[in-house]
């Protein structure tokens, strides 16, 4: 089954302590992004990465680090996690450029 | 329609009754179209597409209207059903997706 997976889907943690949200998809696309969704407000994309090794910043890119090292994973890392990026974050991947993009469950973090 | 802020627009509709939900987009560049549905607990889903050089797309049981003079776009669901009750939110390309914040649907049986 194609799919775009997220983990944790699930998270509680505090300030200050690394975490990193994994994203996987089994579709061989080749763009994947990361965004973030708060209450009454759109999707805001933090990275993006056209390609294994390519990546970029998105709108809301501050306190966040990604990686690309293989094609189909595409984790979000938070250095040092603060309770403003308490949050539903989604991945999502595509196979052709910035088109329809398939999302992820979505991992819900609460940072305190 | 679209609105930023604390609380979604919301529409209610009665089942089997035609729903439409609006949509503003902010860049007349913009080049590409989607709207998406999203249940409780669930990640968005594709619903359907449409280019600007198009003014409308048919797919079933949901119709995209694009009106590029005043940057407008409308979703159409016909016969409405009680699986439609979600919050549904618009993207456009410009050259990166932009997302509204979208409108919570709501189906009486």
């Known amino acids: 089954e194609a799919q775009v997976t997220q983990n944790p889907r699930y998270l509680i943690t505090v300030t200050g302590k690394k975490l990193t949200v994994t994203c996987s998809q089994n579709?061989?696309?080749?763009?994947m992004s990361w965004y973030r969704q708060d209450p009454g407000l759109g999707l805001r994309q933090i990275y993006y990465s056209m390609n294994v090794e390519v990546t970029d910043k998105g709108d809301v890119p501050e306190g966040y680090k990604v990686s690309r090292k293989e094609k189909r994973n595409f984790p979000l890392i938070l250095e040092s996690p603060s309770p403003n990026q308490t949050s539903l974050y989604f991945c999502?991947?595509?196979?052709?450029?910035?088109?329809?993009?398939?999302f992820g469950p979505g991992t819900r973090l609460t940072v305190t | 329609g679209e609105s930023v802020g604390l609380h979604l627009p919301t529409l209610s509709v009665q089942e089997g009754d035609n729903s439409i939900i609006n949509c503003a987009y902010s860049n007349s560049a913009s080049d590409y179209f989607i709207w998406y549905k999203q249940e409780s607990g669930k990640g968005p889903q594709f619903i359907i597409d449409?280019?600007?050089?198009?003014d409308k797309r048919q797919g079933q049981r949901v119709t995209v209207l694009l009106n590029k003079t005043v940057k407008h776009l409308s979703l159409q669901i016909a016969a409405t059903q009680p699986g439609d009750s979600a919050v549904y939110f618009c993207?456009?390309?410009?050259?990166?997706?932009?997302f509204g914040a979208g409108t919570r649907l709501t189906v009486k049986p």
């Open positions: 993207a456009e390309r410009d050259p990166h997706m932009r």
């Open positions: 579709m061989n696309h080749e763009y």
């Open positions: 999502a991947s595509s196979d052709r450029g910035i088109y329809e993009q398939y």
């Open positions: 449409i280019r600007s050089n198009m």
